[in-house]
């Protein structure tokens, strides 16, 4: 495989155009949320957009839009809410709407989320058909609009804009853009916490390109990077139909920006990519540690009030056993037990497929973030969502369905999601 991490990538023209299918797929999954969202919450008496701008975490950043940090709440049980915990980038970018427009920081929070919805279903299109090719990049975007909690997507709410940034974080990284990527993790990590996930993508690429020049071989003697300016513009492969995608990673071409693997100017951007990433989340938490007076362990304190850890899914073990011990309950934990294990399965497909070290390594550290929390254990799912790359096995399927049976499935799940998200935020919603 040609590595192509120290190369920019070449252009392609018609960018939006190339994604224009995906883009207008996600736009239709979304509105036919919102549409179902809105006639269920009407029947209940209940309005949707406060569903979507004025509960749960979105009254938490727009309250650090309108007021700072500094707010907390006492609990009964002696437990410390702080809005220290969530981080700055949603509540900024509310504040800068409301102040070079008519709209409230809530309404700021709604309008931030559906563009940047719209941005992640690109960047998630982009990084799987630089990968897989094209139809796979529409079916992995049709797949992460059609996810049973996709309406948060549409909410005032950090996912959106995490995954945005993550994604395109990602593809920065596949083609070689190392001071964006840099740029981009560092914008992640003022998003929320999982930023994490995405430094660790950029330096594990940067690790590894490092050896590369070195002549020491790559983990599983695989590439990192794949190239999609060999193949053809509908992502079909030589004596292939169009659309089907192969086992494996695409191939790099020989083009490319003239500096070589080993050039100076390469490397420099490397490292200053790699020292970019970490800033963001680095920063928050530092600053934290400052306004708290605890140091380093601040923002840890913080979470701590909230109830919120790490401890390597001990407590989420404890949560699952629980329902079983009574009938309908275990029920439930059947079903823990199956999302659990289908996440699973999903990232082993994901190695096995030997998807791109940045993909993995990002997917990986979500999903463990995720299942390994020690509270909050309705949000998982929710938490789950920015681990694209999970879906792209699926995606593979899918691509290589006909196109009428691909809308039919896509259609019926979509409507499915569409009923679920209603029934779901006007109910027990996202912790």
Not at 59 to 77: D, F, H, K, M, Q
Not at 212 to 236: K, N, Q
Not at 363 to 372: E, R
């Amino acid at each position: 495989m040609n590595d192509l991490e120290t190369r920019a990538a070449v252009a392609r023209p018609g960018a939006l155009r190339r994604a224009a299918p995906a883009l207008l797929g996600y736009a239709a999954v979304r509105a036919l949320g919102l549409v179902v969202l809105a006639l269920w919450s009407e029947a209940r008496g209940k309005s949707a957009y406060t569903l979507l701008t004025a509960r749960w975490d979105s009254l938490w950043y727009t309250r650090v839009a309108e007021l700072g940090y500094g707010y907390e709440v006492r609990l009964p049980n002696g437990d410390v809410h702080s809005n220290l915990a969530f981080f700055p980038l949603l509540p900024w970018l509310e504040r800068l709407a409301a102040a070079v427009s008519p709209l409230s920081p809530a309404d700021g929070g709604f309008v931030v989320s559906l563009l940047a919805s719209l941005a992640a279903a690109w960047g998630i299109f982009a990084v799987a058909d630089h990968v897989y090719g094209r139809r796979a990049g529409v079916c992995a975007v049709l797949l992460w609009a059609v996810l049973p909690v996709g309406i948060v997507q549409s909410m005032a709410y950090s996912e959106s804009l995490f995954t945005a940034l993550a994604a395109w974080a990602l593809y920065a990284v596949l083609t070689g853009r190392w001071v964006t990527a840099g740029v981009l993790a560092g914008l992640a990590g003022l998003t929320r916490p999982v930023g994490l996930a995405v430094v660790a993508a950029v330096w594990a690429a940067g690790v590894v390109a490092f050896l590369r020049e070195r002549g020491g071989p790559a983990p599983g003697g695989t590439s990192f990077v794949g190239g999609g300016s060999a193949l053809p513009g509908d992502g079909a492969r030589e004596g292939g139909r169009a659309g089907t995608p192969a086992a494996g990673p695409r191939t790099g071409a020989p083009g490319g920006a003239p500096d070589g693997p080993g050039a100076p100017g390469v490397r420099l951007r490397r490292v200053a990519g790699m020292l970019l990433a970490p800033l963001g989340a680095a920063g928050y938490v530092l600053w934290v540690g400052h306004r708290t007076g605890n140091g380093l362990l601040g923002y840890l304190d913080v979470q701590a009030g909230w109830r919120n850890g790490f401890d390597g899914g001990y407590a989420f073990a404890r949560f699952v056993a629980a329902r079983f011990t009574s009938f309908p309950s275990a029920l439930a934990g059947v079903a823990l037990l199956a999302g659990v294990g289908l996440v699973v399965w999903l990232y082993v497909l994901c190695v096995r497929q030997r998807q791109p070290l940045p993909l993995l390594v990002y997917a990986g550290v979500v999903t463990a973030l995720a299942l390994c929390a020690s509270s909050y254990f309705g949000s998982k799912p929710r938490l789950l969502m920015p681990a694209f790359p999970l879906l792209l096995p699926l995606a593979l399927l899918l691509a290589r369905a006909r196109t009428h049976r691909l809308v039919r499935v896509v259609g019926a799940v979509a409507a499915a999601s569409a009923v679920y998200g209603a029934f779901w935020l006007n109910g027990s919603g996202p912790p």
